[in-house]
């Protein structure tokens, strides 16, 4: 285990070459979501905005015909096999400075690869990630925004207060002989902090369940009632979540 001090709740590394750093994620999805639910619907809106968006390190297609997959980038344009793919940009940068350390070979972690699974395609956007002490990061799909018609971004939890190593962020195809397209300025991912207390088994387990309104105690049932009341008047104007949680001093 390598120990890095750093200040920051979460610091990013964009190792390759011309590539993107990651960017807060956007409350409005790019604009795709409408302007009632963007003006009104705060708990969509904040979890679209929970995060920063993580891109391509370069333009490429990927095809799989339902047993092989091919790659191509925007600057051959040829297809080729994909089995591990070290990109020449990467593997200068890495041999450069492996020297510090002792010699690495480049090629133990390609940007784009084949798992054994079939359909699976794993990439490193070419980013490294540290987070202070028991907060790690969940590498998710975009979070409400339209799924892609011929893949899944799968998630997964790295423990990046511990490992100093490539994000990987393995993607499930799901329709056969279809071009998938990754641009540099297109988010495909989305990271987001969470702290290892919430996934331990001991949180899972330990969470109460209460059955029927009378487990409710006298003040949880005053606060529900008064919510369904506010909900229910017939002057309510809309926003009214969005206003409570802003003077709370959460934006």
């Given at each position: 285990m390598?120990?890095?001090?750093?200040?920051?709740?979460?610091?990013?590394?964009?190792?390759?070459?011309?590539?993107?750093?990651?960017?807060?994620?956007?409350?409005?999805i790019?604009?795709?979501?409408?302007?009632?639910?963007?003006?009104?619907?705060?708990?969509?809106?904040?979890?679209?905005?929970?995060?920063?968006?993580?891109?391509?390190?370069?333009?490429?297609?990927?095809?799989?015909?339902?047993?092989?997959?091919?790659?191509?980038?925007?600057?051959?344009?040829?297809?080729e096999?994909?089995?591990?793919?070290?990109?020449?940009?990467?593997?200068?940068?890495?041999?450069?400075?492996?020297?510090?350390?002792?010699?690495?070979?480049?090629?133990?972690?390609?940007?784009?690869?084949?798992?054994?699974?079939s359909?699976?395609?794993?990439?490193?956007?070419?980013?490294?990630?540290?987070?202070?002490?028991?907060?790690?990061?969940?590498?998710?799909?975009?979070?409400?925004?339209?799924?892609?018609?011929?893949?899944?971004v799968?998630?997964g939890?790295?423990?990046?207060?511990?490992?100093?190593?490539?994000?990987?962020s393995?993607?499930r195809?799901?329709?056969?002989?279809?071009?998938?397209?990754?641009?540099?300025?297109?988010?495909?991912?989305?990271?987001?902090?969470?702290?290892?207390?919430?996934y331990?088994?001991?949180?899972?387990?330990?969470?109460?369940?209460?059955?029927?309104?009378?487990?409710?105690?006298?003040?949880?049932?005053?606060?529900?009632?008064?919510?369904?009341?506010?909900?229910?008047?017939?002057?309510?104007?809309?926003?009214?979540?969005k206003?409570?949680?802003r003077?709370?001093?959460?934006?």
């Amino acid at each position: 285990m390598v120990t890095v001090k750093h200040d920051s709740l979460i610091e990013f590394y964009q190792l390759w070459p011309d590539a993107l750093a990651p960017k807060p994620a956007d409350p409005s999805i790019v604009g795709s979501i409408s302007l009632r639910a963007f003006q009104y619907c705060e708990p969509f809106t904040s979890a679209s905005g929970y995060g920063w968006y993580m891109f391509p390190p370069i333009d490429f297609d990927v095809r799989w015909d339902g047993h092989a997959s091919v790659w191509r980038s925007a600057a051959t344009r040829d297809w080729e096999p994909l089995r591990s793919v070290v990109a020449e940009e990467m593997a200068a940068e890495l041999a450069a400075h492996s020297t510090r350390t002792g010699r690495i070979c480049p090629g133990s972690f390609p940007f784009l690869s084949h798992a054994p699974e079939s359909g699976i395609v794993q990439i490193w956007s070419g980013l490294v990630v540290r987070t202070l002490p028991d907060w790690v990061v969940l590498v998710r799909p975009l979070a409400n925004y339209p799924r892609e018609a011929a893949f899944d971004v799968l998630e997964g939890i790295i423990e990046t207060d511990w490992w100093v190593g490539p994000l990987i962020s393995p993607i499930r195809i799901t329709k056969s002989d279809l071009t998938i397209e990754f641009r540099k300025q297109r988010p495909y991912a989305q990271i987001q902090l969470v702290h290892r207390g919430a996934y331990r088994s001991k949180t899972l387990t330990e969470a109460k369940s209460m059955m029927g309104v009378q487990t409710l105690t006298s003040d949880l049932w005053d606060a529900f009632a008064k919510t369904l009341l506010d909900a229910s008047k017939p002057d309510r104007k809309p926003g009214t979540y969005k206003r409570r949680t802003r003077s709370r001093g959460v934006d």
